[in-house]
């Protein structure tokens, strides 16, 4: 049941998947509504945090589905309507994440957490920097506008969250993990 | 602080109509204003006014969604209202190259200081808040009614009969499941918590230290979650999930009055990319009876 192959979508990934996008879905819609306070347009969300954990620990498969479905769902109840890029961002976030996890087996052990952050970091920088470059087609902005106005602060904000709340996901995970004797 | 929606069953028009009708509807009128990128009053406001009919038609009760809509009007009117006003965010460039004439500056200075900026609030500025809002809430009105009037139960049959695949139609139809359900663990969670003494809203520390804070909120449930999917895993593979292709316990029908309105939503899209690329109408300007009234 624990085949570690990366590109596996059978049932864990289907239910993984969901749950991740419910969870980001949810959390991203209580941040939508009740900002935490920032500077300038730097906007944190925690369930960044949640995405990267679910691709880290289950897989590419459901880091996309989670960042995909999670990003649609939360827009829509908060109202803002479909943005498919920053779907899309989202998803590729958990996608590269979940691209680490065939190399943790242990989710406490530091080097392996931070492993998974350094990929969290690629996959933040690459989901944020496709979701601002469409900004730019879809949006008709500049390219300074979608790489200041956009790319830069989602990305801070999302690597801050990460690198405070990941370690602290991945450490209580493995504390659950092991009670379960998996 | 959450709020778990409710399904009820209602004998409307909208709730008769097939859920892929309405989604499809949904994406016609998004796709339709945001992929042309209509700004224009004389397109936004008909197709405010179709969604308005759409939602009422729906005849969801004002107790169910009266949370809801605070959320959204606060969010709409300030935060996005404003931001409009101010920065033109999230609008065409020409909402700040065209000329228009400045109404009042807002300083946004440190205090007792010279740093920070003067922002003129424009005609343009102001009217392109005005669409702005009315945009967004022609999107929300299709979109808040979906989770009180489509039956939990049909999502994954409607995914799959728009061509999705069995896996990630379960996937969408298990997400939107457990939506509701997540919602309440965390309200639960944040209870149990605050009764242990824990101030989310503290102020105290900073940024983050006060992100530090969230981990006694979100650890719970998201623990508690991947020890549910373990549960939700057995429980499918028990039932051969995935060895073959499924059958799915509803069948979705079209119906005459679905093909209206998926006319009506085709209509919708093909009208906005015709008149927007075959005629350039439909991009953003200042009507001149918008800016007499400030002269």
Redesign the interface.
């Given at each position: 049941?624990n085949d570690k192959s990366t590109w596996e979508?059978?049932?864990?990934?289907?239910?993984?998947?969901?749950?991740g996008?419910?969870?980001y879905?949810?959390?991203s819609w209580?941040t939508?509504?009740f900002p935490?306070?920032?500077a300038g347009n730097i906007t944190?969300r925690?369930a960044v945090?949640?995405l990267i954990?679910f691709g880290v620990?289950y897989g590419p498969w459901v880091g996309l589905?989670a960042g995909f479905?999670?990003n649609t769902?939360g827009d829509?109840l908060?109202?803002?309507?479909?943005y498919w890029h920053w779907s899309l961002g989202s998803g590729i976030m958990g996608l590269v994440a979940g691209l680490v996890m065939t190399q943790i087996s242990d989710f406490r052990a530091k080097d392996q957490i931070i492993k998974a952050a350094i990929y969290g970091l690629v996959g933040i920088i690459a989901g944020m920097l496709f979701a601002s470059l469409m900004e730019k087609v879809?949006?008709?902005?500049?390219i300074k506008t979608a790489l200041i106005?956009y790319f830069v602060p989602a990305t801070i904000g999302n690597v801050?969250?990460v690198g405070?709340?990941l370690p602290?996901?991945m450490i209580?995970?493995a504390a659950?993990a092991s009670r379960?004797g998996r | 602080m959450l709020v778990a929606w409710k399904y009820r069953p209602r004998n409307t028009f909208i709730q008769r109509l097939d859920p892929r009708t309405r989604l499809i509807f949904l994406f016609c009128v998004i796709f339709g204003v945001s992929i042309p990128e209509i700004w224009d009053y004389r397109i936004v406001l008909p197709l405010f006014l179709v969604s308005l009919t759409l939602y009422l038609m729906a005849r969801i009760a004002w107790k169910d969604v009266k949370r809801v809509w605070t959320y959204i009007l606060i969010l709409v009117v300030f935060i996005v209202g404003l931001n409009a006003l101010l920065s033109a965010r999230g609008g065409p460039s020409s909402v700040t190259n065209i000329v228009s004439p400045v109404i009042f500056t807002v300083p946004l200075k440190i205090p007792f200081t010279q740093l920070g900026w003067d922002i003129p609030v424009t005609v343009s500025k102001i009217w392109f808040s005005f669409n702005q809002m009315f945009r967004m809430l022609t999107m929300t009105l299709l979109a808040i009614p979906i989770p009180y009037t489509i039956d939990p139960n049909i999502y994954g049959t409607a995914f799959r009969q728009m061509g999705a695949s069995d896996k990630v139609s379960f996937t969408m139809d298990l997400a939107f499941r457990f939506l509701p359900t997540f919602a309440r663990d965390f309200s639960i969670t944040m209870d149990a918590q605050r009764a242990r003494g824990y101030e989310l809203e503290s102020m105290e520390g900073g940024i983050f230290s006060r992100i530090r804070r969230l981990a006694p909120l979100i650890i719970p449930v998201v623990m508690q979650s991947t020890v549910t999917g373990e549960e939700v895993i057995d429980a499918m593979d028990l039932r051969a999930f995935g060895t073959n292709r499924r059958t799915w316990l509803k069948d979705l029908k079209y119906a005459p009055r679905d093909y209206l309105i998926l006319g009506l939503g085709i209509f919708i899209f093909v009208g906005c990319c015709v008149l927007r690329w075959g005629f350039g109408v439909g991009g953003y300007f200042v009507p001149d009876f918008f800016t007499n009234l400030f002269l």
């Open positions: 049941m979508f059978g049932t864990r990934q289907v239910v993984y998947g969901a749950i996008a419910a969870l879905g949810v959390l209580v939508n509504i935490l306070p920032a944190f925690p945090a949640v954990f620990a589905l479905i999670g769902l829509a908060s109202g803002w309507g479909f879809v949006g008709g902005i500049d106005g801050v969250v405070i709340l602290v996901l209580a995970f659950v379960r | -």
